[in-house]
Structures are given as structure tokens and as C-alpha cells.
Nanobody
């Protein structure tokens, strides 16, 4: 699975952005997908994940109620809708496809990674 993230940009605090991640490959619909982010000088952080069928979604407390992950298997695309953005949400955002094992919230469980898209939230 190859992944291409897009949709990042500069937005004011309180604003919204929607990230997209387009996947190539016939196995996308059977792969759990996640979003992670990494700010300068910080470790990569889990943001959201969704099971292969879209039935179960996971979020950390830091984004719960503000971010929503979704997928369209017919379009081989996963989305991250980000609302009520805060300056601390500023980071490079990566989409990733999970391997067959491991914790869905852990970056080490993911086998496929996109190139990242920059999100900058100004105060």
C-alpha cells in the first residue's frame, strides 16, 4: 500500500482543516488506518485510527471531540476532519497503514507510511 497525504496548511486557532490520504493497492480495504503527528523536537504522536471496515475508531484524549477519522474504501481514501484547532496541534501529520499485529495506537504497529503534510495553527 502506498499512501499520499494532503490537505495541510495554515489556519487560525479555532479553525478547521480536513486531511486526506489516498492509497494505492488492492489491499487498502483490509487495512486498519491511522493518523499520527510529529512536532519539532517531539516524538511521533498517535492522533486517530480506524479499523478496516470503519466500524471502530480510536482517539487520544488530546483530540477527542475535535477530530474525526473516516474512510471511504470505494475511493481508497482515509480522512481526518480537524475542528477547533489549537496552536498545539501544529505538526507534520502522517497517515499510516497498520500491519497485522500490535496495538492500533502505537506507531510501531504500522507498516505503511505516507510522506506527511504540514499543519500550522496560528494563535
Amino acid at each position: 500500500v502506498q499512501l499520499q497525504a494532503s490537505g495541510g496548511g495554515l489556519v487560525q486557532a479555532g479553525g478547521s482543516l480536513r486531511l486526506s490520504c489516498a492509497a494505492s493497492g488492492r489491499t487498502f480495504s483490509s487495512v486498519d488506518m491511522g493518523w499520527f503527528r510529529q512536532a519539532p523536537g517531539k516524538e511521533r504522536e498517535f492522533v486517530a485510527a480506524i479499523t478496516w471496515d470503519g466500524d471502530v475508531k480510536y482517539y487520544p484524549d488530546s483530540v477527542k471531540g475535535r477530530f474525526t477519522i473516516a474512510r471511504d474504501n470505494a475511493k481508497n481514501t482515509v480522512y481526518l476532519q480537524m475542528n477547533s484547532l489549537k496552536p498545539e496541534d501544529t505538526a507534520v501529520y502522517y497517515c499510516a497503514g497498520r500491519g497485522p499485529y500490535g496495538n492500533i495506537r502505537s506507531s510501531t504497529s504500522y507498516r505503511y507510511w505516507g510522506q506527511g503534510t504540514q499543519v500550522t495553527v496560528s494563535s
